[in-house]
């Protein structure tokens, strides 16, 4: 089944498909965001680094200028409003 169909049918206005891949201490993150309805893509992006939260909020500021959720100056960083402890 595809994510487009899986989004589809839970009501969702969009979907957000991603792969992450290694190579040594570098981490690249994908993602596009896809209309259920259409299956046309809204957005592409990608981000490669070592600081995998740093990547993330980058990936989710250029997913939200994408498709136009500007003006997001009272997001946190990933990593103020995470741990690394596994307790």
Known sequence: VQVAQLA?????????????ATTGQTVRLD????DPASGR???ATSV???????????LAAH???GVGLRGSGD????A????GSLE
């Open 75 to 78: 997001m946190r960083p990933l």
């Open 8 to 20: 589809k049918r839970a009501g969702a206005g969009a979907a957000v498909v991603g792969t992450i």
């Open 48 to 58: 490669s680094g070592t600081d995998l939260f740093a990547l993330v909020d980058q």
């Open 41 to 43: 893509v809204q957005v």
């Open 31 to 34: 993602a596009r965001v896809e």
């Open 80 to 83: 103020d409003v995470s741990t």
């Open 63 to 65: 997913i939200r200028d």
